[in-house]
């Protein structure tokens, strides 16, 4: 068949998707850093998620304003939204923190992300309907490979399963985080969505720390600096552009590579090798992502696109 389409206008659209698409890949791989951030710095887990809000909240307002948005539009309303978002999403870095320094990398990345599977479960039940064939499937790999996961983790130590089993809650609470911000969205931009939930979540990861007894104030701040620019101002930033312009499917695909680059990290750095069940179990799930991914949502489900990055 003859492709009737201009070159110029084929040139125009490659060259309008490759800005996105690179900085969807930055944006992924900025993020697949945050685990070995948060191993690397010199305070409590929980204190690295306050850190990482706390210097990446200024970041955030100053974009906007520069951009020159206004961070309280469509906020009327709101405030209680954002601010239940904001503990929401706390209460996913304080899980997801602490299970990272048990469990390996990779898989605490990947559990970390089950927030894009659970959201369209949310959105069946909601929704009152029955999910696709294909997105049935993804639910199914996923849960094999979930499983193989965690009995790889219980049979190398106790700890990393409970450090699977946080980074699990920690993708359940993020499900909440992503409903709220849904609801959100729906009258504000992302980003300032995104600076309000942020800004709202410092003072409970702050609370949470100080309940825990750990350490809060750093020796050095070169860690924590990297961790809040890679994770909440690169990584989510590159990723919300991107989400305006590219598929779903494009975006489920370059979501996997967060778990590779750190498994990477986690090989070279930790020495956590990974066996054959651990690439199956990843494998399967990662096809899960990418599946839920292509799938239509559920009806009423809005996308939030500032949710979509994992943290």
Known sequence: MHDST????????????????????????????????????????????????TLGVPFLFAIILMSRGNPTRGTRGLWGILLLSGIAFAAD??????????????????????????????????????????????????????????????????????????????????????????????????????????????????????VLGEQIWPETWTVLIGLALASQVIGQGLLIYALGHLSPLVVGIALLTQPVVAGTVGWIVYDERLGVPDFIGAALVAVALVLVRRGKSPPGQVASSEAEAKT
Request: charged share 5%; with cysteine.
């Open 93 to 210: 870095l304080a899980s997801w923190h602490v299970g990272i320094l048990h469990t390996t990398l990779a898989n605490s990345t990947l559990f970390g992300n089950s927030a894009t599977l659970m959201y369209p479960i949310w959105g069946f039940l909601t929704a009152r309907t029955w999910p696709t064939r294909q997105q049935g499937v993804a639910l199914a790999l996923a849960a094999i490979g979930a499983g193989l996961l965690l009995g790889r983790s219980y049979e190398l130590s106790p700890q990393n399963l409970f450090g699977d089993l946080l980074c699990l809650l920690a993708g359940a609470l993020y499900t909440v985080y992503f409903i709220l911000m849904a609801r959100a969205r729906t009258a504000m931009a992302p980003l300032p969505a995104l600076a309000w939930s942020s800004l709202f979540g410092t003072l409970p990861l702050l609370i949470f720390a100080w």
């Open 6 to 53: 201009p070159p110029r206008k084929v040139a125009s659209v490659t060259s309008s998707a490759a800005l996105p698409f690179a900085a969807l890949l930055l944006g992924n791989l900025a993020l697949a850093f945050g685990p070995w951030f948060v191993r690397a710095a010199d305070v409590g887990p929980v204190a690295a998620g306050f850190w990482r809000l």
